[in-house]
């Protein structure tokens, strides 16, 4: 059974870096089927993709943060991760990993349950 | 880049049929046949059940169903059941390897 979990501090101080983990099980990040994503839900708000990245380390990022998001993979702990620099409060969201298939297809067909972050000092 | 625009809320009530619209541009839902749209229920992972405008993945209901015309995405659900109650978000590709989110609606069954 193929499972993303994501993990992290939950609080993080302003203008410091935001680090995340998703976990992958079931399925390995280097399969040339899927790309890796990360998505976010600030509190009362809708959901903002952030990024992605593929097996050949290829990324993309969500304009609007492309300046301060990192995405790597790890393929030796079969995970993936975020870094968002420079956070302000405006970054407090909930932060959901998930995958799409590769193919310019674009939807996510599984998601993590999601791990919540708090900007705060 | 600016959110789909959803509906904040849709209710009905049980058996009868909800339609969410999702509204976007013609450099997204416009152009692209690269709907998807996603259950969250509370505590659980956020589920697809739409993709590709109108594609069921393999256990998803046919109760839900779904269409585009124009710069406009809808999703229907029929039958409706309490089960159905969570919160609904469409999703369309944009360009240049992005895509973009609505904001959200809140399905209640009365």
């Known amino acids: 059974q193929v499972q993303l979990q994501e993990s992290g501090p939950g609080l993080v101080k302003p203008s410091e870096t935001l680090s995340l983990t998703c976990n992958v099980s079931g399925v390995s990040v280097t399969n040339d089927t899927y790309y890796w994503s990360w998505i976010r839900q600030p509190p009362g708000r809708g959901l903002e993709w952030i990024g992605y990245?593929?097996?050949?380390?290829?990324?993309g990022s969500n304009p609007s943060l492309k300046s301060r998001v990192t995405i790597s993979l790890d393929t030796s702990k079969n995970h993936f991760s975020l870094k968002l620099t420079s956070v302000t409060a405006a970054d407090t969201a909930v932060y959901y990993c998930?995958?799409?298939?590769?193919?310019?297809?674009?939807?996510?067909?599984?998601w993590g349950r999601g791990t919540s972050v708090t900007v705060s000092s | 880049q600016s959110a789909l625009t959803q509906p904040a809320s849709v209710s009905g009530s049980p058996g009868q049929s909800i339609t969410i619209s999702c509204t976007g541009t013609s450099g997204d839902i416009g152009t692209f046949k690269l709907v998807s749209w996603y259950q969250f229920h509370p505590g659980a992972g956020p589920k697809l059940i739409i993709y590709e405008v109108n594609k069921r993945p393999s256990g998803v209901s046919d109760r839900f169903s779904a269409s585009k015309s124009g710069n406009t995405a809808s999703l229907t659900i029929s039958g409706l059941q309490a089960e159905d109650e969570a919160d609904y978000f469409c999703c369309s590709y944009a360009g240049f390897a992005t895509v973009i989110f609505g904001g959200g609606t809140k399905v209640t069954v009365l």
């Open positions: 998930a995958r799409f298939p590769a193919g310019s297809r674009w939807f996510f067909d599984l």
């Open positions: 990245i593929y097996y050949t380390e290829t990324t």
